[in-house]
């Protein structure tokens, strides 16, 4: 008998859920990390994370034992790989931690073990940084030792419960590796567990990362046609939507974070000659940032020393992510162009990036440039934050304030994608 049910990979944004579903299920786990600093606080009861139910669940589960983090694998029944795959210079995919966390743990690996690889990877991955690497020690992937793709599809900021409730790809390269691990998976997914190959798998991973960012550049191109034509991007996708078979996604100052801004460069990267719609899509989420910024120049040209406060900076709302934040390039960007720049974001540590409290941030200034709609903005009191900017000016990049309000209170209000003050 191994010592440990589930040896889980990589303690990140999901290799901590999952061993944390696993331990709750009753299993005895090990998350391992090369960082010996995520090793020390995981055993702390630290998660470092702001997702919801997440540090109650990891008290719990340090407490009772059923958790224990190391920086080395153990012997255990099934491994879960849940490593970063950034990409590289060239945009190709970068596989080291995949290959390096393969490595660890296959001196562990016996006859009758399981090998999951959930990391984001191009098509061919689990054959090629799986299978072979077992078959070059004598063992007969699929039949002997179980291996499948599972990708995870959890949104930042609701991880745990969609980890449980969301449907799951289960890519395996065998008939029996399949049904092996689906008895894993099944100790905490709701939600259904889809059984296919895992070519399947890893392709659905991208493709489906690849069809928001592509939809999301739809919406994007749509507020440049709109604010070239004079016309409110956001009245434009409102009413479209009210068609029965139309749902266009919301304009903004671009795509950020670790998945949707990364992951279809695999795909284009892979498939060179396939992939013109997604390839063009990507760099129009890219080009967001200084489209935005285009705009402001038009609505505070930079005479003499202008200050713009830029409210929330992460990726998206309500999460304290600001991994490839398109705010920040549009930060960068101004400071380019000589604007003062102040940020405020309550969800980011005082202090990264510049980030000051709201008054700091809004003193002296000539814009409130809303960069994320966070849920906390909802309190804001714009008779108060009118009477402490220099100019009174709004420009918004989510279409999240009311206009009607903004206006009351005596602001010119601005829309990103939209040809005038609306
Ligand atoms: N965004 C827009 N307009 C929209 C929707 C989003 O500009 O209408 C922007 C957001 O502001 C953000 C970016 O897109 O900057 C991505 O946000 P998101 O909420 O669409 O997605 P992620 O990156 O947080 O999570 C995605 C999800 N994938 C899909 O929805 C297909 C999630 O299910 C995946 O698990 C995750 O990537 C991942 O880990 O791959």
Redesign the pocket.
């Given at each position: 008998m191994n010592k440990y049910d589930v040896c889980v990979v990589g303690l990140g944004y999901?290799g901590l859920p999952t061993a944390l579903l696993f331990a709750r299920s009753g299993k005895k786990v090990i998350g391992c990390d090369v960082s010996v600093d995520v090793v020390r606080n995981v055993n702390n009861c630290e998660s470092g994370k702001n997702e919801p139910n997440l540090n109650e669940l990891l008290i719990e589960n340090i407490k009772n034992g059923n958790l224990k983090a190391d920086t080395k694998p153990d012997f255990a029944d099934i491994y879960i790989i849940a490593v970063p795959t950034p990409f590289k210079e060239g945009r190709q995919p970068d596989m080291t931690y995949v290959q390096l966390a393969f490595e660890a743990v296959l001196p562990y690996i016996r006859k009758g073990s399981a090998v999951v690889l959930e990391s984001?990877s191009p098509v061919g991955s689990t054959e090629k940084y799986i299978c072979e690497p077992l078959m070059e020690k004598g063992f007969k992937p699929g039949e002997d030792v179980y291996v499948a793709y599972s990708p995870?599809?959890?949104?930042?900021g609701n991880i745990l419960h969609?980890l449980v409730h969301n449907n799951r790809i289960l890519g395996g390269i065998s008939e029996q590796s399949c049904l092996y691990i689906r008895d894993y998976y099944k100790l905490f997914v709701e939600g259904d567990v889809e059984l296919t190959d895992a070519r399947t798998a890893e392709m659905c991973?991208l493709t489906?990362?690849a069809?928001?960012d592509v939809n999301?550049a739809f919406?994007?191109e749509m507020a440049k046609m709109c604010k070239a034509a004079g016309i409110n991007a956001w009245e434009v996708q409102k009413l479209c939507n009210k068609h029965p078979r139309v749902n266009i996604?919301?304009?903004?100052p671009?795509?950020?974070?670790?998945?949707?801004?990364v992951?279809p460069w695999f795909l284009v990267s892979q498939f060179p000659d396939q992939t013109r719609m997604i390839e063009t899509g990507r760099e129009i989420n890219d080009s967001m940032p200084s489209f935005a910024v285009e705009q402001i120049k038009e609505i505070l040209p930079l005479e003499g020393n202008k200050k713009i406060s830029v409210l929330g900076i992460t990726?998206?709302?309500d999460v304290d992510d600001t991994r490839e934040?398109?705010v920040l390039k549009i930060v960068e960007l101004l400071k380019d162009q000589g604007y003062d720049v102040s940020i405020h974001d309550p969800l980011v540590a005082r202090g990264k990036f510049g980030n000051t409290d709201l008054k700091e941030c809004l003193e002296g200034s000539d814009m409130l440039l809303l960069g994320v709609n966070h849920k906390d903005f909802k309190n804001l009191d714009l008779q108060k934050v009118h009477s402490i900017l220099r100019s009174k000016i709004i420009f918004d990049t989510r279409n999240f304030f009311n206009r009607t309000d903004a206006v009351k209170s005596g602001f010119a209000y601005y829309l990103l994608g939209c040809g005038r003050q609306t």
């Open positions: 999901i984001t995870e599809r959890v949104l930042p969609e991973k489906e990362n069809y928001r999301i919406a994007n996604l919301s304009p903004g671009g795509v950020g974070g670790h998945c949707i801004a992951d990726y998206k709302p934040s398109p």
